[in-house]
């Protein structure tokens, strides 16, 4: 996926509940933000601007200040794995981001889209962005903008093994020992998640307000879905294990369901709904069949006279109605097991149903009224882990180059050599990349060889300047059929003709003018083959070479390499069968 506004884009089969759960999967992938194919201006080419990655115009998928994104997130459960990411940065009119969410969202999000065994290439700005108000986002605040998440599985994306990314301003998904990551506006928390669906009839146009007893002062206000229906719904991410209360702009519904939504079992909140003093309810639980509408396993709540014996008593059916506050408390808990990505559990969906016989007109908001008296301090139910250090070794896709021959085998190869100009400003390490894996270099040359027949790491070799050890290595040094990467750092210094020699057999068309350049970089091969991807770079005074980036073709006879075979390609065999 390449050059898009938007690489790509799940959306569910369709909506809860109707929807019994599905998956999507996205595996093995290449996600690439602006390649080295800029376009060109005019024709059909309707945009035409900067790019972030070297600043060079180039045509544009969208306006300019259209916000990037390579896999964007909606509604789900998707699943991202086996995926790199590249070259998505950022410039100063348009933000650009590997992974990001539906624009001006009013659905809903569930926290088991996931991502795992991610990879992401130097020249990502923004791994995740959950976005900001103004041009594109709008007001940002939709239902499905302040519930976006997604798990971190592996800790690829965040670093943080097993957690939860979210909006930084959501409080109804974090605890104390969240860390938060200001470029994103997301915020990195450990815990269980799930979801809350709650269906409101008579009157359905409220706004619902709901609220964290650990965190009271960040309340999140959701509209709903604009339809024409008899009801409302609204759909938060909340943090299992912890108590919530819900609010609303006028009286309060006369009928309110609350589905358990990816609740596995013995997964348990509780919730607090506010109601006008007097209020007389009816409390039932049941078990809800989407495919035939019907319900089972009636049961009926009993009222209780204190909140702590609710509390004590969590596998019976029991509420609390707190009349000074207008609270009537339940705990939520899924009573079977959920398999698979259903929403529901196996024995369909489990719901409570509320039927309230209001006497007074009053807005049923119970905030001043329930905080700070329900008010509980934030605690962490599942530690936050340690912030893993090490690179992982099997992220991104396995296949970086895709060809009219996905047989062919390539090696990703980098080079950053730095000027002195460069270094002064304060800018990052010198460097030869090899498949992912990096040789840092200090002051002078530096170069590594790599096997062409099996990709293998052969030598390394530092000169602090060009002298005649180094031109005779350049000459008698380097194995037969090697790739050869050569990158400086700092002021070049030395018999530069010399080396400048030495490298006419390995891919320079003639000894190179290098004497008032600035940095250099090389990718040659020492072979009896020419290969077209030999070239030598340099920047002149004042000027930087930024970081080069070749995928080398390993493996081929042109090459010399021995037993070198490939599987058999399907569709030449069917071609052949054809045409006999």
Not at 443 to 465: E, I, L, N, Y
Not at 499 to 517: C, H, W, Y
């Amino acid at each position: 996926f390449s050059d898009n506004g938007i690489g790509l884009s799940f959306a569910s089969d369709g909506s809860f509940p109707k929807d019994e759960g599905s998956s999507q999967e996205i595996s093995e992938s290449l996600f690439v933000g602006e390649s080295g194919n800029y376009g060109s201006q005019g024709g059909q080419n309707k945009y035409w601007g900067v790019g972030g990655v070297d600043g060079k115009n180039r045509t544009l998928p969208r306006d300019k200040t259209f916000p990037i994104r390579g896999f964007q997130i909606y509604d789900g459960p998707v699943h991202v794995t086996k995926t790199t990411f590249q070259n998505y940065m950022a410039t100063p009119v348009r933000f650009a981001s590997a992974v990001g969410f539906f624009l001006k969202n009013p659905w809903q999000l569930t926290p088991k889209n996931s991502l795992s065994l991610v990879k992401f290439g130097t020249s990502v700005s923004l791994k995740v962005f959950f976005g900001k108000p103004g041009p594109w986002f709008d007001s940002y605040d939709l239902d499905g903008d302040k519930n976006a998440v997604f798990h971190d599985i592996d800790g690829s994306v965040t670093g943080y093994t097993d957690t939860y990314v979210g909006r930084m301003d959501n409080f109804l998904i974090q605890h104390p020992q969240c860390k938060n990551l200001t470029s994103w506006f997301g915020s990195v928390c450990s815990g269980k998640f799930a979801q809350v669906y709650v269906q409101t009839r008579r009157p359905q146009n409220l706004t619902m307000t709901i609220v964290r007893d650990e965190y009271s002062r960040h309340p999140m206000t959701l509209r709903g879905i604009n339809q024409r229906a008899d009801f409302q719904q609204y759909q938060p991410v909340v943090m299992l294990q912890k108590g919530y209360t819900i609010h609303w702009n006028g009286r309060a519904p006369e009928e309110t369901f609350l589905y358990l939504i990816n609740f596995n079992k013995d997964d348990w909140i509780q919730v607090g709904l506010c109601y006008p003093q007097g209020t007389v309810f009816q409390v039932i639980a049941d078990i809800y069949q989407r495919q035939n509408s019907t319900a089972h396993g009636v049961e009926d709540y009993a009222a209780v006279p204190s909140l702590k014996e609710m509390q004590n008593k969590p596998e019976q059916r029991l509420y609390y109605f707190d009349n000074s506050t207008g609270l009537l408390f339940l705990i939520l808990q899924a009573r079977y097991r959920r398999e698979g990505h259903s929403y529901c559990s196996t024995q369909g969906c489990e719901r409570v149903k509320i039927t309230a016989i209001m006497r007074s007109q009053s807005v049923s908001s119970c905030m001043s009224a329930g905080y700070p008296k329900y008010s509980t301090l934030p605690k962490a139910t599942v530690a936050m882990p340690p912030k893993s250090l090490v690179n992982c070794e099997d992220c991104g896709a396995s296949q970086l180059v895709f060809t009219s021959d996905p047989h062919q085998i390539y090696l990703l190869v980098q080079i950053q050599s730095l000027s002195k100009g460069e270094i002064q400003q304060g800018h990052g390490e010198s460097y030869i990349s090899v498949n992912g894996t990096k040789f840092p270099f200090q002051r002078g040359f530096f170069t590594v060889t790599v096997d062409a027949c099996s990709g293998a790491v052969t030598k390394k070799m530092s000169f602090a300047k060009a002298d005649e050890a180094m031109a005779r290595y350049l000459r008698t040094g380097i194995s037969q059929r090697s790739i050869i990467l050569l990158g400086s750092k700092d002021t070049i210094s030395g018999d530069i003709d010399a080396i400048s020699g030495e490298m006419v057999p390995l891919g320079t068309a003639k000894p190179a003018q290098l004497r008032k350049k600035e940095s250099i970089a090389f990718f040659g091969y020492k072979g009896e083959f020419n290969p077209s991807w030999t070239r030598l770079y340099s920047s002149p005074a004042g000027r930087s070479l930024h970081l080069l980036e070749k995928y080398i073709p390993l493996q081929l006879q042109d090459y010399g390499c021995t037993n070198v075979t490939k599987p058999p390609r399907k569709e030449l065999e069917l071609l052949q069968k054809a045409l006999q």
